[in-house]
């Protein structure tokens, strides 16, 4: 395990404690305690590490609540302290008020098993390092981001076909008007020519029958 030992004091009153194994943890937790009470000051609201043989003791001292730990040095701070912030939290919201007067070892029977369950948490579990859990996430959504990113500059790329095939439409239909005005432009001087030649040949026949009747080409008789 990483963490071997975990313990919640007001000052330097033991409020509850818990040991994964047989050892003098608890008499060098004590030992902690005293040395920064006596040094309040350097000490109020504060992270600390002391190290002991191979294990490290780290402590975060908070308005006077107290939560320590035993860890091995393999383990470093981050983990230890990202334990130590939990279990704060965790008895505060537990205990409250009830935290300022409660006399030595009143919590102990009940969150001793917190201490258990929280170090084995942070012992085992790779989620516990929230570093890590948060580098997980970053790169998921980092990948995320390069998908969509992806999808984007495929769908520009059709947009942009589709756009090309669009101008090409407007340049067809554009040239399609353009010579359909000019049929209909044809198509109406050829009417209209037509339209002449056929009034100049009814003419000529009109004047051919006249004169016929007439019996002259300029039609004299036919005016008496």
């Not at 902690?32 to 992270?47: A, C, F």
């Not at 040095?73 to 912030?85: D, K, M, Q, T």
């Not at 939290?89 to 917190?114: C, G, H, L, Q």
Request: with cysteine; glycine share 4%; net charge positive.
């Amino acid at each position: 395990m990483g963490i071997l030992y975990g313990m919640v004091a007001r000052g330097e009153v033991v409020l509850a404690e818990f040991s994964a194994n047989q050892s003098n943890a608890s008499v060098v937790a004590k030992q902690i305690l005293n040395k920064i009470n006596q040094g309040t000051d350097n000490y109020n609201d504060s992270n600390v590490s002391f190290s002991h043989d191979r294990y490290v003791f780290h402590v975060k001292r908070t308005d006077g609540l107290t939560v320590l730990c035993m860890a091995e040095e393999a383990l470093g701070r981050r983990i230890p302290f990202s334990f130590l912030e939990d279990i704060h939290n965790r008895f505060v919201k537990t205990y409250a008020r009830a935290i300022v007067s409660a006399p030595a070892y009143t919590m102990n029977d009940e969150f001793s098993r917190v201490l258990s369950q929280q170090m084995d948490y942070y012992s085992t579990d790779p989620n516990a390092d929230r570093l890590n859990r948060l580098k997980g996430e970053m790169t998921q959504v980092r990948t995320v981001m390069i998908d969509n990113i992806e999808k984007v500059l495929e769908r520009g790329g059709r947009l942009e076909m589709l756009v090309e095939k669009t101008s090409a439409m407007n340049s067809n239909s554009i040239r399609f008007k353009s010579q359909s005005r000019r049929y209909k432009n044809n198509m109406w001087w050829m009417n209209v020519r037509l339209t002449v030649t056929l009034m100049i040949i009814f003419a000529i026949v009109f004047y051919i029958i006249l004169a016929f009747m007439c019996h002259s080409p300029l039609l004299t008789s036919c005016w008496r």
